[in-house]
């Protein structure tokens, strides 16, 4: 039971010659002042707790689609990603192998040139021997 203050003051003023100010004020204190001292019901209960579930349902079920979306746009975000870094791996793939080719190209002309150069000591190499051999012939029949 709920009382006014008009009634508590009433009640305490005829507590306290009989109690004393100390026991009245005790005694007072059993008494529910306003309504948020009352005692809860158990439909009360049942219907605060049943809202309290409808709430949570309802944000689980927001935070499930906040979720969701961002799983979307972290998948989205990750495919552009990758797909970047495979265009700028196979772009780079592409320079190896031009460099590559370049670099086969140089091994080929200096192979030639050493072969050509290989060709004309070879050709002077034997001029020499062969020059050599003549006057080797010469001069033994000059001795002859």
């Known amino acids: 039971m709920v009382l ?6 009433s009640i305490y003023e005829k507590l306290c010659p009989v109690l004393g100010p100390d026991d009245a004020n005790a005694l007072m204190s059993e008494f529910p002042s306003t309504e948020v001292d009352e005692l809860v019901t158990r439909h009360f209960l049942r ?24 799983i979307g746009q ?15 791996l196979g772009a780079r793939l592409d320079q190896l192998e031009n460099q590559v080719v370049d670099l ?26 062969f020059t050599a051999v003549g006057a080797a012939v010469t001069i033994a029949q000059l001795l002859t």
């Open 47 to 70: 219907a605060e707790m049943a809202e309290l579930r409808r709430e949570m349902h309802t944000e689980i079920g927001q935070l499930r689609n906040e979720m969701h979306t961002e």
């Open 4 to 9: 006014d203050a008009r009634t508590r003051s």
């Open 104 to 129: 086969r190209v140089q091994v080929v002309e200096r192979s030639e040139q050493l072969t050509e150069r290989l060709r004309q000591q070879t050709t002077i190499f034997v001029a020499a021997v």
């Open 74 to 88: 972290l998948r989205n975000e990750m495919h552009t990603e990758l797909s970047a870094v495979r265009h700028e």
